[in-house]
């Protein structure tokens, strides 16, 4: 029992090993792409093949009628290149037509392509065995096994039954036109050796077209993850970005977003001699409104304070931001002293208006208000930012004595 069952696991490795000569596989998920690539390569290079043949032929047969008294052999070889040169426009019409929809069309491509090597190892095969009759050469059929092992990618399979099929039948046919045995025996010799060394190029080609199909697609699948990742990691800094400069009770920018675009917005200004103005706000007696109604209160009422302050500031260089407690800034570049003090007027009275929360601590308020300071520059060099923001800051330390008020510095 030990011993049958050696031999049949060597028998099953040489089958595996034969089978692995002739049967070179595609990974599934590529099969359709590899059945498009090497159908594209076959295509265009049949079609390369048939209008070089047209051309050669055309030569070959002006050559032959100004040249030949229709004596044998010539008017064989005049019908052999009218028949390869009628063949090949044939060819050449249908993978033309072909060519448009490659996709559709594989499986007849795949048929015309082995039918159209089998056509031209064929008729070489056949110039060789005239060529017999008077030069004794078998160089056409020679080059063709050649040409078939480097022009198309035909898998070892298939290939092999091409070079199998036309090596035995131009073994069968060759001694009917070659008489010396010597020159037989070379013959046969030198086109089987050449008929095997062509089957193990083509299948070195195959092979390595394979693994070069397979590894790039591996590749580009990696780049194509690799670029999925960088994508989304670039969507997270993006995110995390956004986040760290958005207040996160008020969803608003924060103080570091309000520093470096004052900074920015004060060089342009400065550079360009053209008006700036901030708005500082505070909620009045938000001390007050937070011990009284909570801590939840007073997330809630800078929320809606802060989005109505956004909803006014329409320009998109116009910058609302949480300064830090119950305090907001809005940066307002390109924008005069008198349509900064309007626009703070216009806020004042919009709080007043739509943002209805009871707030009666002290007992002189009823509803939620607001105070703002105002201050309007023309940025230079015997300016700073910090003094800029401290009359804003004066500004709105004037208009808190009175609450509910707007005050310009």
Partial sequence: MGLET??????????QLIRSLFIVSVSEQYKGEFSLATNKINISRAKAISATFIV????????????SKNEFPDIYYRGMYALILAAMIVYLLVFSKLEGNISANKTIIEVSGISFACILLYWCMGISLLDQLSYGQIIVYISALLAIAVVPLFSPLVSFF???????LFIALLPYFQQSSSVLYGHYVNSSTLAVLSWIISRIRYVSFVEDFEYKRIIQEKNDELAKVNKELEEANRILKELSQIDGTTGIFNRSVFDQVMLTEWNRCRRHSIPLSLIIIDIDFFKTFNDNYGHLA??????QVAKLLKSCAKRSSDTVARYGGDEFTIILPHMEKEDAVNFAEQLRKRVLKEITIPHEYPSILTHLTISLGVATIIPSSESSIKEFINAADQALYEAKKERNKVVVM
């Fill in 6 to 15: 050696k031999y049949r696991n060597m028998v099953l490795k040489i089958f």
């Fill in 56 to 67: 050669l032929e055309s030569i070959l047969i002006i050559i032959s009628f100004s040249n």
């Fill in 162 to 168: 091409l070079y199998c099929s036309s090596q035995i």
């Fill in 298 to 303: 007073g997330d809630d009422c800078l929320r």
